[in-house]
């Protein structure tokens, strides 16, 4: 049950997260940034918030499937959707971890934060670790 929590509290960083970080005047009501821009801005909540669903949904659907399947085969449903959760509820992260490595990006905008500093480092990590971490308490409390 703890890691069906971790992956949960994984979920709610990726439905909240994006949100709370892009919809300000950084982001989407940057008046500096071009409509493409702000379209990929959108693209990137949206995408947030779809991971973040989906993560909840793997995590939880086996609780709420039919109790009349043998023992065995709720296991394995078990596991394939926790396998299918920690997928959708790290990527959003790694990704985010891995566009600090594009020529030209940096974490913040220089009226925003100085050169070099980047913030969303420590929010990437610790949302992707809890994902990992729930995925394998639930791993090894299925054995």
């Known amino acids: 049950m703890l890691g069906?929590?971790?992956?949960?509290l994984d979920a709610f960083g990726l439905i909240f997260g994006a949100i709370m970080a892009d919809w300000n005047e950084t982001h989407i009501f940057n008046p500096r940034f071009t409509p493409h821009a702000k379209f990929h801005v959108g693209h990137t909540i949206s995408l947030s918030?779809?991971?973040?669903?989906?993560?909840?949904?793997?995590?939880?659907?086996?609780?709420?499937?039919?109790?009349?399947?043998?023992?065995?085969?709720?296991?394995?449903?078990?596991?394939?959707?926790?396998?299918i959760a920690v997928c959708t509820g790290t990527i959003y992260w790694l990704t985010g971890l891995a566009a600090i490595l594009y020529p030209g990006t940096d974490g913040v905008d220089p009226e925003f934060g100085p050169p070099g500093s980047f913030p969303q480092g420590r929010f990437f990590t610790a949302f992707a670790t809890f994902a990992v971490a729930g995925w394998?308490?639930?791993?090894?409390?299925?054995k």
């Open 4 to 8: 069906q929590i971790l992956l949960t």
């Open 136 to 142: 394998l308490l639930e791993r090894q409390a299925s």
């Open 49 to 83: 918030v779809s991971m973040g669903l989906a993560t909840l949904y793997f995590t939880w659907w086996p609780l709420f499937t039919s109790k009349s399947r043998p023992v065995a085969t709720m296991r394995q449903l078990k596991r394939d959707s926790l396998n």
